[in-house]
């Protein structure tokens, strides 16, 4: 029952919004659950790469409420039977949506179709010259079922990771099926295959487009081989129906519809090395040390490791944004779709935190030289502040938080109550967004099921945009920072019945973003 609660509140967790008990007992069990902590860093890590600016991927100004939202519906649905993948599933499909719609709108293309295609060419040509460089195998490995055909058609892995594409064929030509990575796969060697400690080996699901109704293309991404080679046993016992344009996931609403079969592979695996660099490279953000630690360049992907410390407990660092790596004039960005795990963001005793930032592969050009450009930094400071609501008396009810009117202007009371509240954006306002719970009069926290936020963006240079009109086109900004102005807030309590009656709005801390035009050399050469 523990670690049941525990998972429900990572994401408010992550958006910092847990009173200092709530907190502490979040941190106190995770440090002791290697399931709960591996959820964490899963979902903080996915999370935190929508904020990595990137020539495709933007995050929306109301990310955290919808997943927040959709997590919370499914764990309703799920109460009995919650399992492990629910939250990071979750996660990665509404990333998959935001993602989808931003690189069809950035990137010139005039449909979805339009950007999956090219997407999915690419990853052909990678795959080729995977193979042509003796970094990957063309296997084509198939089992048959129930008149529906599986085909692993090729390999490619590296001390980082291991990617297995595939391709379904619904020979009855009725359906595309795919891959569920979460459920009905199960790899049945891993014990020879990977560390114990790893779980799950399976990581995460890529599908790749496909011009035929009955045929489904996909890529799975698994943790890295422990040995240099060996072979894979992949079971399927069931497969999920896919939607025409599904690139890897259901929406959270959508019901999931499974073909149960008898799938059985057996898939030849090499290994390659990464080459790695380890850098002892230090460099400072407002008086934090940062140290870059080491560099994995591997044939599927770049990562650079590093770790920073927080001086100050009550204005700490929250995460950098690392833009870009620089080579010999060629940037890579970065490359979140291509890996199958997560870097990890980790906080450490002495207020050091550990982190890791993944970009496109650098390994054809096995560079003598780097440059880390920064991009951005988070803060969380802690400004703490309480206001009473009286649910009696008539709205809008205001407060001032660092010089900003606050207004909670309409409650409506049940089992889920719903608060309109908004934010006056006045000039030079200390705060982007403030993080937040609300309470009753028996100093109960209430979960926001739901909080779409609403505001505007401002560019370097004081340019104020609309949120709704430039969510998607973050990319056309410099600099954009969202200031939230506007909240639609549903709150719930699963441990009792009757209405939920807000006493007290509690902001424990607010966010600020401070970007940098900061390059950090790194010879390789001297590194050994």
Known sequence: MECKHIQEQIIDYLDGILNDNERIRFDLHVNGCKQCKDELLKCEEIIKSLEVESESISIPHNFMGNVRQAVANTQKKKRKTFQRPAIVGIVAALIMTFFIGTAAATKGFTTFTEWWRDFGDKKNEQMENYVQHGLGDYVNVEAESNGVNITVTSVVADDVQTHIYYEIEDRNKENKYMVDFTNGIQIVNQDELVSPEIKPIINNHLGLYSDKSNIYKGRLSIAPLAASEGTIKLKLDKIQKAKETDIGFSRPKDPIEYMEGDWYFEIPIKKNSAIVHELNVETEIEGNPIYFDKLTIAPTITVLSYRFRNNKSDNRINYITIDSLESDGKHVYGSWLDFAGVGITESADNGWGKSEATFESLY?????????????????????????????????????????????????????????????????????????????????????????????????????????????????????????????????????????????????????????????????????
Not at 399 to 424: H, N, P
């Open 364 to 528: 054809y050009d096995n560079p003598t030289a780097i440059k880390v450009h920064i991009g951005s930094a988070v803060f969380i400071i802690q400004e703490k502040a309480d206001f009473p609501i009286n649910i009696s008396k008539a709205f809008p009810q205001t407060f001032d938080y660092l010089g900003t009117t606050i207004s909670i202007d309409k409650v409506e009371v049940g089992q889920s109550t719903k608060i309109v509240m908004t934010e006056e954006l006045n000039a030079h306002r200390a705060y982007e967004w403030f993080y937040y719970r609300f309470f009753d009069k028996e100093n109960r926290s209430f979960s926001k099921i739901s909080n779409v936020v609403d505001g505007y963006y401002f560019d370097k240079n004081g340019t104020k945009y609309e949120a709704s009109e430039y969510d998607y086109r973050m990319n056309e900004l410099e600099d954009p920072v969202f200031y939230s102005t506007e909240h639609h807030i549903e709150l719930s309590r699963d441990d009792f019945e009757g209405d939920v009656i807000p006493a007290r709005l509690a902001i424990d801390s607010y966010k600020k973003t401070v970007f940098y035009d900061s390059v950090v050399d790194i010879s390789l050469e001297e590194i050994k």
